[in-house]
């Protein structure tokens, strides 16, 4: 129900844009989030947007680079990521909350429906 593409290898400094696209209407009513887990760590938020697309919540180590949004239909949501780190390095999933959670929330179990990750890694 939720496929995330885009990922990629770029340098430090560069950008990336993320997208999840989910299936039909079935998130049209429901927060959608980003989280993102590096190798040896535990996932970790980065970006979630209201179901309006009106509300977004960020992390506070990608807050002025990263940017959330969602189209119209509200069927796909994109991680817009500039100023890229190394630290940035993860395989980032788009997650979905159930239909009428409207609120972004930052707290990975409040989303049931996962997609299956895309990689971004940066490079010196």
């Known amino acids: 129900q939720l496929q995330a593409s885009g990922g990629g290898l770029v340098q430090a400094g560069g950008s990336l844009r993320l997208s999840c696209a989910t299936s039909?209407?079935?998130?049209?009513?429901?927060?959608l989030g980003w989280f993102r887990q590096a190798p040896g760590k535990e996932r970790e938020f980065v970006a979630a947007i209201s179901a309006s697309g009106s509300v977004p919540r960020y992390a506070d180590s990608v807050k002025g680079r990263f940017t959330i949004s969602r189209d119209k239909y509200g069927a796909t949501v994109y991680l817009q990521m500039n100023g890229l780190k190394l630290e940035d390095t993860a395989v980032y999933f788009c997650?979905?909350?159930?239909?009428?959670?409207?609120?972004?929330?930052?707290?990975?179990?409040?989303?049931?429906?996962w997609g299956q990750g895309t990689q971004v890694t940066v490079s010196s």
């Open positions: 997650a979905g909350r159930r239909h009428g959670r409207t609120v972004a929330s930052a707290t990975p179990d409040e989303y049931p429906f």
């Open positions: 039909g209407r079935a998130f049209i009513g429901a927060a």
